[in-house]
C-alpha cells in the first residue's frame, strides 16, 4: 500500500485548470517537507513545487503565477492548483516527502513517493 497516494489528473485543453491531490500518513506530513514533482516524456524528474520547513513556497520559474501548492496536515493531504495549464506541463506529476523537516533533521529520514497522476494538456 502506496504511503502518498495522488489523484486529480485528466486531460484538458491549453488554458484550463486542475487540481491534483495527494492523500498520504501523519507520519510523512508531520516530519517531511512535500512538493510536486512531475517528469515528461524523455525528460528528467523536476521539482514543480514544494512548501519548506519554515511555511514558506518554492516554484519552479516556469509555473510561477499559475500554480499554487497549499496543504491541509490536520488531513494530511498536499494539493497543487494548476491554472493556465500549457502544453509544456504535460507529464506525470507526482507527490513527495522527500526532504526532512529541519526541525527533525538527524531523527527522520524522508524519503517517500507516490504513485504518479497523469496530467495531459492538449493546444
Known amino acids: 500500500q502506496a504511503l502518498l497516494s495522488e489523484s486529480g489528473g485528466g486531460s484538458v485543453q491549453a488554458g484550463g485548470s486542475l487540481k491534483l491531490s495527494c492523500v498520504g500518513t501523519?507520519?510523512?506530513?508531520?516530519?517531511?517537507?512535500m512538493g510536486w514533482y512531475r517528469q515528461a516524456p524523455g525528460k528528467e524528474r523536476e521539482l514543480v513545487s514544494r512548501?519548506?520547513?519554515?511555511?514558506?513556497?518554492t516554484y519552479t520559474d516556469s509555473v510561477k503565477g499559475r500554480f499554487a501548492i497549499s496543504q491541509d496536515s490536520a488531513r494530511s493531504e498536499l494539493y497543487l492548483q494548476m491554472n493556465s495549464l500549457e502544453s509544456d506541463d504535460t507529464a506525470v506529476y507526482y507527490c513527495?516527502?522527500?526532504?526532512?523537516?529541519?526541525?527533525?533533521?538527524?531523527?527522520?529520514?524522508?524519503?517517500?513517493w507516490g504513485q504518479g497522476t497523469q496530467v495531459t494538456v492538449s493546444s
Open positions: 512548501i519548506n520547513s519554515d511555511g514558506t513556497t
Open positions: 501523519k507520519y510523512i506530513f508531520m516530519n517531511c517537507e
Open positions: 513527495a516527502g522527500d526532504r526532512t523537516q529541519d526541525k527533525m533533521a538527524g531523527y527522520v529520514r524522508c524519503n517517500y
